[in-house]
């Protein structure tokens, strides 16, 4: 009875919960930012991030895809970039600015109730976001070289599924890139 129950716990906290750290993301191109190489702790589980409809204009629909996870990221309203939206392994993550058309600062809601703020370590520069909580731990991304928005480093100590942690990636990404 109780190896039952815990392979059934096993199995139904295995869609809530990533084992793996994100540690690093990669613009697929030198002259394109609309796919992306995610890395992670596990050596050769490489995932991709891409902009789902790969026309010129529509930056409001992604997908994502580490391994056997998968899940999308999308405008939550049409013609709205303060309000985002996570969805994968049955978790819905919502982003949305905290002060109107300030893409530097998002509130982040967790599955199950809590939220956390994400924001640009700096002002005037889009090179590092961070957040640093008691609570649910420390995620930070930075530029790997200063100015290039093609190569992040992340330092992924975070509580939290994987569709939150591609929420912050991506809002890094989207609000620190050229649409190209």
């Given at each position: 009875m109780k190896n039952t129950l815990f392979i059934l716990l096993m199995i139904?906290?295995?869609?809530h919960l990533f084992g793996q750290q994100l540690t690093a993301i990669a613009s697929q191109w030198s002259d394109s930012f609309a796919e992306w190489t995610i890395y992670t702790s596990v050596?050769?589980?490489?995932?991709?991030?891409?902009?789902?409809?790969?026309?010129?204009?529509?930056?409001?629909q992604w997908e994502y895809r580490i391994g056997e996870w998968t899940g999308?990221?999308?405008?939550?309203?049409?013609?709205?970039?303060?309000?985002w939206e996570?969805?994968?392994e049955n978790i819905i993550v919502d982003a949305r600015t905290i002060w109107r058309d300030n893409l530097r600062e998002w509130?982040?809601?967790?599955?199950?109730?809590?939220?956390?703020?994400?924001?640009?370590?700096?002002?005037?520069?889009?090179?590092?976001?961070?957040?640093?909580?008691?609570?649910?731990?420390?995620?930070?991304?930075?530029?790997?070289?200063?100015?290039?928005p093609r190569e992040w480093i992340i330092?992924?100590?975070?509580?939290?599924?994987?569709?939150?942690?591609?929420?912050?990636?991506f809002l890094t990404i989207i609000n620190s890139t050229p649409k190209q």
């Amino acid at each position: 009875m109780k190896n039952t129950l815990f392979i059934l716990l096993m199995i139904l906290s295995g869609s809530h919960l990533f084992g793996q750290q994100l540690t690093a993301i990669a613009s697929q191109w030198s002259d394109s930012f609309a796919e992306w190489t995610i890395y992670t702790s596990v050596e050769g589980e490489e995932g991709t991030l891409r902009l789902r409809w790969n026309s010129r204009g529509d930056w409001t629909q992604w997908e994502y895809r580490i391994g056997e996870w998968t899940g999308q990221l999308k405008t939550k309203w049409p013609e709205r970039i303060d309000q985002w939206e996570a969805r994968g392994e049955n978790i819905i993550v919502d982003a949305r600015t905290i002060w109107r058309d300030n893409l530097r600062e998002w509130r982040i809601s967790r599955p199950g109730g809590g939220e956390y703020k994400w924001q640009s370590r700096y002002s005037n520069m889009l090179d590092e976001w961070v957040i640093d909580t008691e609570k649910y731990g420390f995620f930070e991304m930075y530029t790997a070289f200063e100015g290039d928005p093609r190569e992040w480093i992340i330092v992924d100590e975070l509580e939290a599924s994987l569709p939150e942690k591609m929420m912050l990636v991506f809002l890094t990404i989207i609000n620190s890139t050229p649409k190209q």
